[in-house]
């Protein structure tokens, strides 16, 4: 079946600096992809939608500037976290829908992000 | 608008228990059903899905059926073991939009 590859899977940075968490889909193209938060013991929370070739189209309270997606091509999607503060520390989902119309979501295994 | 709500947790049971999560949803039109499951420090996996009224999906012993007059996709096992301890997401989809509900954590004992 259809594989989502996220990474990395753990990352600890420190307060100011970025860090990039890639989405990639291994076996399929996806013309879609969707970036979610969750916070601990809580359900997903979309932060914004990603379309191959176009700019990501973010939910209402995300900061597109803190939270640059890029989706440049139709088997990968970059979230980078711009100049993270301990507050950005949460869980980072990425799925991916196939380009067939296939009515389904492939999530990856989500990367954890600690900031310091 | 379109919503997903699902039973809160936690549930406890016993191994061999049966299971339900209750999922009802609102939407314009006929969306998808999925359950979702999550184990610890992992993503998202599918469990099952249905696409349109009466499919039942299973997986793993798991079965839920999509009933459009009472607008539901309740999650059954018969028999849990241990290993179903996780988060289970019910969700539904149509297009581009995908909505979720808070999540069921359910633990299962020895």
């Known amino acids: 079946g259809a594989v989502v590859s996220q990474h990395p899977s753990r990352v600890i940075c420190k307060s100011g600096t970025s860090v990039k968490i890639e989405c990639r889909s291994l076996?399929?193209?996806?013309?879609?992809m969707f970036w979610y938060r969750q916070f601990p013991k809580q359900s997903l929370m979309l932060m914004a939608t990603?379309?191959?070739?176009?700019?990501?189209?973010?939910e209402q309270g995300v900061e597109k500037d803190k939270f640059l997606i890029n989706h440049a091509s139709l088997t990968l999607s970059t979230l980078t976290v711009t100049s993270a503060h301990p507050e950005d520390s949460s869980f980072y989902i990425c799925?991916?829908?196939?380009?067939?119309?296939?009515?389904?979501?492939?999530f990856g295994a989500g990367s954890r992000l600690t900031v310091l | 608008g379109n919503s997903v709500t699902q039973m809160e947790g936690p549930v406890t049971l016993s191994e061999e228990a049966f299971l339900t999560i209750n999922c009802t949803y609102t939407?314009?039109?006929?969306?998808?059903l999925f359950w979702y499951v999550q184990y610890p420090g992992e993503g998202l996996q599918l469990l099952l899905k249905a696409t349109k009224a009466d499919d039942k999906g299973s997986n793993k012993g798991f079965e839920a059926t999509y009933r459009k007059e009472t607008t539901s996709f309740h999650l059954e096992k018969g028999s849990v073991q241990v290993s179903d301890s996780a988060v289970y997401f019910c969700?539904?989809?149509?297009?581009?939009?995908?909505?979720f509900g808070t999540g069921t954590s359910l633990t299962v004992i020895p």
């Open positions: 969700a539904q989809g149509s297009g581009n939009q995908f909505y």
């Open positions: 076996d399929f193209q996806a013309t879609t």
């Open positions: 939407a314009t039109g006929y969306p998808s």
């Open positions: 990603s379309n191959e070739g176009s700019k990501a189209t973010y």
């Open positions: 799925s991916a829908r196939e380009g067939s119309g296939a009515n389904v979501l492939t």
